[in-house]
């Protein structure tokens, strides 16, 4: 019987199940004779079974796993009560939840939304801005180019590349280095294109309007934005049910720059974002799959208060490293590109390299709210390449101080000033506990009532690999298998 009851299961019939118990019991003329505590044990072990039958893993092609990322999401204000979060918290009790989860440097949006994906450092993913840093000649400032394509921005395998060469279906809503990447059956874009499939989809159902589309940009509101994107993630699951489906809130990030993280401003943001995951996760009711669904929500960086801004690009030009004519560089030998938290400095002439390199060092390091200066050759010590390694990195790191920032400006005569409408930001070291994001995950396969300390945005990758049961090798994370159902 045991080995029947085994071959059974591994079936999935529960109707075979239930014949050939009966029929055993039947054919050995145990029925009428068994003892009123046999059959009752008996009829246990069948409803037992029954449960372990009906829990059996559901194939990969018939679930769902969406990643959800708000934008500037820190772990001390989730794990404030006064944020309300219902939704989120919900999945949280009935799902696994960490403390904390440490990002990758730098503490920045691309960055770090590559490295969820891929489950590599950013010296591995070649990510450092968001966008493609280029260099320019020997007297060029450096540019950031935000749309090129995923190809020329990420260097390591995604676990969108994975699940579509298993034959999954993949999607994307604003998710970001992911332009022509190939691999995704239904995208809406972070700038959506008319003629675009999903984009038609929603002009013929009514849900936006081709004006929408082609005025994106144009006086539309970031709050505005993400609720599209919501309907565009609720279009893609209940048309399309994708296996995965990547899915990014932005508002969050919008108000914590504009207005500070943990003001009101900031607090009524995560509770709007937190309505539009009730939205996708309504979506995935109605579309029959909320059963087979698996919810992974965490962020790409925390957040820090800002009351000054470094105008680094101001010393240089002081210092006679940067040339400006009519506002903009006409020519520089040296240029900082900042990032809030941090900043990279670019020696731009090789040649000059060796001599500017240590007055660079001694100019920055006596700035006020300058905290740390780094030698770019160091990188490889916080995650990030050397610049050898790849051309966007700087030539030297530099980290501000609790309450600094470095800002874009070349015009005035102070390097540091007072900050009236640049009132948050990410960039600093991830060793900052400001800068830890949020993790929790629940549904399918999750085990309920899981609490960890930290994970690492490195392990969320190959966690997710594990869910769909895809290869995603070569990774710095591990699966976080203390949250899995075995």
């Given at each position: 019987?045991?080995?029947l009851v085994r071959g059974l299961l591994l079936k999935q019939n529960l109707e075979e199940l239930s014949r050939e118990l009966v029929r055993g019991w039947i054919i050995s003329g145990t029925v009428n004779s068994l003892p009123r505590i046999s059959l009752s044990l008996s009829l246990f072990i069948f409803i037992s079974l029954c449960?372990?039958?009906?829990?059996?893993?559901?194939?990969?092609?018939?679930r769902i796993v969406v990643l959800i990322t708000v934008d500037g999401f820190p772990s001390w204000i989730w794990q404030d009560p006064n944020l309300v979060v219902p939704n989120l918290r919900k999945l949280a009790a009935t799902g696994a939840v960490a403390q904390r989860m440490?990002?990758?440097?730098?503490?920045?949006?691309?960055?770090?939304?590559?490295t969820l994906v891929t489950g590599v450092n950013p010296q591995k993913h070649g990510v450092l801005f968001n966008g493609l840093l280029v260099r320019g000649g020997p007297t060029e400032a450096p540019a950031i180019e935000p749309w090129r394509d995923k190809?020329?921005?990420v260097h390591a395998p995604t676990i969108y590349d994975a699940a579509f060469k298993a034959g999954l279906k993949t999607a994307q809503v604003d998710w970001v280095a992911i332009l022509n990447s190939g691999t995704i059956n239904y995208e809406f874009l972070e700038i959506p294109k008319l003629g675009g499939a999903i984009e038609q989809e929603m002009i013929d159902a009514g849900t936006i309007a081709a004006d929408d589309i082609r005025n994106w940009a144009k006086n539309r509101t970031i709050v505005w934005r993400d609720d599209v994107w919501t309907k565009a993630a609720s279009e893609i699951i209940e048309k399309h049910k994708p296996n995965l489906l990547l899915y990014h809130l932005l508002t969050t990030d919008a108000v914590n720059h504009a207005n500070g993280p943990g003001t009101t401003a900031s607090y009524t943001a995560y509770a709007y974002a937190d309505r539009l995951i009730g939205d996708v996760l309504d979506s995935l009711t109605r579309a029959g799959l909320r059963d087979r669904a698996t919810i992974v929500v965490t962020t790409d960086h925390g957040f820090k208060k800002v009351q000054k801004i470094i105008l680094a690009n101001v010393a240089l030009r002081d210092a006679g490293l940067v040339r400006v004519?009519?506002?903009?560089v006409e020519s520089c030998d040296a240029y900082v590109v900042p990032e809030g938290g941090l900043a990279f400095v670019y020696i731009t002439d090789p040649a000059k390299r060796a001599g500017l390199l240590?007055?660079?060092?001694?100019?920055c390091a006596g700035l006020e709210g300058v905290k740390e200066v780094i030698d770019g050759q160091d990188g490889p010590k916080f995650g990030m390449p050397t610049p050898a390694e790849n051309q966007g990195m700087g030539d030297l790191v530099l980290y501000a101080k609790d309450g600094y920032a470095f800002f874009q400006g070349l015009d005035g005569a102070e390097v540091v000033r007072e900050s009236k409408t640049y009132l948050g930001t990410h960039g600093y070291p991830n060793t900052d506990p400001e800068l830890d994001g949020i993790f929790l995950a629940s549904g399918y396969g999750i085990k309920p009532g899981v609490k960890l300390e930290r994970v690492r945005n490195l392990d969320v990758a190959p966690t997710i690999a594990e869910l769909l049961g895809v290869p995603l090798p070569n990774v710095d994370g591990r699966v976080l298998t203390e949250i899995l159902i075995p």
């Open positions: 019987m045991p080995a449960r372990v039958a009906s829990a059996a893993p559901i194939p990969a092609q018939d440490t990002v990758s440097n730098p503490s920045i949006t691309w960055i770090n939304h590559t190809a020329d921005l004519k009519a506002g903009k240590p007055k660079l060092k001694t100019l």
